[in-house]
């Protein structure tokens, strides 16, 4: 299997590529910063939990923050069209009031379907996408794309993200993509009856929600809130090990 390099992916998305040494990748992971973070600092994550039999590609978010907002030009969102929440002063996430669009367009068309499955011959249930706040609200929409519509993807994980309302309903009635939803305690998510994850329950067919028992949508940061990561990564990665070279795939 070729390996991807920097210059296959789109320049916005400007990606960090790692490959544990010693492997021989049969899985390929997308791993998409939250709203105000790049690519070059959110790489540390996948680096250290250093997957086996797995591609890790960092994209970076494709539109830079304002100037005002950004003087040293190193945060970056996944909308181009950013507004300020009003309750609380600070950018807002929403993907209903910052649409993230065009940014789903590259990672699901531009990332997946022409570079990954068309050029490089990745088989779609071998590709992961995992995003953060923002990033994972773009994860979630991205098997929902046109492009990847008759297809299902290897496994979404979303730490605090959500579908937005404005999304176009799938061609089929519930995606296969297995989802892992991952939040805090004060999460929409994690509301009684919550709407925000009916709205995933809805058009995905395997969906596990998972609540940590911290408030915020933070990152992992011990080896308990990995923990259910980890085990649905161990179902859904796939594996050669064992495997001889020369064996064929049949089906």
């Given at each position: 299997m070729p390996l991807p390099e920097a210059s296959d992916f789109p320049t916005s998305l400007n990606p960090t590529i790692h490959l544990p040494p010693n492997t021989t990748p049969t899985n390929v992971i997308l791993f998409l910063p939250g709203l105000?973070?790049?690519?070059?600092?959110?790489?540390s994550f996948p680096r250290a939990l250093?997957?086996?039999?797995?591609?890790?590609?960092?994209?970076?978010?494709?539109?830079?923050?304002?100037?005002?907002?950004?003087?040293?030009?190193?945060?970056?969102?996944?909308?181009?069209?950013l507004h300020v929440d009003a309750s609380t002063g600070s950018l807002d996430a929403?993907?209903?009031?910052?649409?993230?669009?065009?940014?789903?367009?590259?990672v699901a068309r531009d990332v997946i379907h022409d570079t990954l499955i068309a050029k490089q011959g990745y088989r779609p249930d071998h590709i992961h996408v995992f995003g953060y706040g923002q990033g994972g609200s773009v994860a979630l929409a991205v098997p929902l794309h046109a492009s990847l519509s008759s297809l299902s993807l290897g496994g979404v994980m979303a730490?605090?993200?959500?579908?937005?309302?404005?999304?176009?309903?799938?061609?089929?009635t519930t995606n296969r993509t297995p989802v892992l939803l991952l939040s805090g305690s004060n999460s929409p998510l994690a509301a009684a009856d919550s709407s925000s994850l009916k709205r995933v329950k809805g058009v995905f067919e395997f969906v596990t929600y998972h609540r940590w028992k911290k408030a915020?949508?933070?990152?992992?940061?011990?080896?308990?809130e990995v923990l259910p990561m980890m085990q649905f990564w161990a179902r859904c990665l796939k594996s050669r090990r064992g495997v001889p070279d020369d064996a064929v795939q049949v089906s």
């Open positions: 105000g973070d790049n690519a070059s600092n959110f790489f250093n997957l086996p039999d797995a591609l890790t590609i960092t994209l970076n978010p494709p539109f830079p923050l304002p100037v005002p907002l950004d003087p040293d030009g190193t945060s970056h969102s996944w909308s181009d069209d929403d993907p209903d009031s910052s649409p993230t669009s065009r940014a789903v367009d590259l730490i605090g993200g959500m579908l937005p309302l404005s999304l176009p309903a799938p061609s089929k915020g949508d933070t990152m992992p940061k011990n080896r308990e």
